[in-house]
Each structure stands twice: as C-alpha cells, then as structure tokens.
C-alpha cells in the first residue's frame, strides 16, 4: 500500500469505529408548571440564545449525531442543564433561583454566555446589547417565582 492511502485509512477507520459510541440525544419531557414563566421578549431571546443548552428543549444540530463532535455536544448540554436548567426553574428554591438571577446578569455582563465556541455553529445566538440590558433587567426586576 502507498504511504497516503495508510494514512487515510488509519484517520477513516477510527472515525467510522468512533460512530459506534453514541450519546443520548433525548430531551427530557418539560412540564409547563415548573419551566421559566417571562414575557414573550424575554422568552424570545432566552430560546434563541439559552435554550439549546439550558433548558430541555435542546434543537440538536445535525453534527450532534457524528461522534466526536456529539460527545462535545452532549457534554455542553448535559452540564449546562445541570447548572441551569429553565425548564425546571420553578423546581428550584427562591434562594437558589435568586442566585441563578445573579449568575446569568453576571455572565452576561463578562459576556461568558453564550458561549463563544456555541456562537461559532449558532451566530445568531449573539445577543445585541439591548437584548443584554433587557434581559439583566427582567432578571433584576422579577418575582423570584417566575
């Protein structure tokens, strides 16, 4: 065998076997009494910009079923549900939901989220500035139930 068909073979196969280990790609049921209640602006930006990862109703992408982008995938989606997950928002104590209001204003402010490797895939995600200052202050300015 010529030395670049080995090559491509020793990156093909591994690739093809990797298929084979896949993630659960299933979103958890989302019942309406506990998920985040906000005005539809809010909701907008928040399913736009937070949702894939912060809430059940993740839109996976096509690349989210071609490991080993899926397993990066699932693991962004796994952890940021279980940092913060609005489909489950009125689970959480108000202690616990008035510290979360803290954290998204202050990951917003450092511009942290969403992230920068999400906004590559999803530029739309991008949140304006007015967006920004929109949803800091629905989220300074709410009841800690909703």
């Not at 030395?3 to 659960?24: A, C, E, G, H, Y």
């Not at 809010?42 to 989210?64: G, Q, R």
């Not at 549900?81 to 959480?92: A, Q």
């Not at 954290?103 to 490797?117: A, D, K, L, V, Y």
């Amino acid at each position: 065998m010529k030395k670049p068909t080995i090559i491509i073979l020793s990156v093909l196969i591994p690739f093809l076997l990797i298929q084979f280990i896949t993630v659960d790609r299933v979103n958890p049921p989302v019942y309406k009494s506990i998920t985040l209640k906000a005005p539809p602006e809010v909701m907008s930006i928040l399913k736009n910009s937070c949702y894939d990862c912060h809430s059940n109703e993740t839109e996976w992408p096509f690349y989210s079923s071609i490991a080993p982008f899926s397993w990066l995938v699932y693991r962004d989606v796994k952890f940021g549900r279980e940092d913060l997950n609005f489909s489950d928002w009125n689970k959480m104590t108000d202690k616990r939901r008035n510290h979360k209001k803290e954290e998204i204003i202050e990951e917003i402010s450092r511009e942290t989220m969403p992230m920068p490797i999400y906004l590559i895939t999803h530029p739309l995600a991008s949140l304006s500035n007015e967006e920004k200052l929109l949803l800091k202050n629905w989220f300074k300015g709410r009841s800690t139930k909703k």
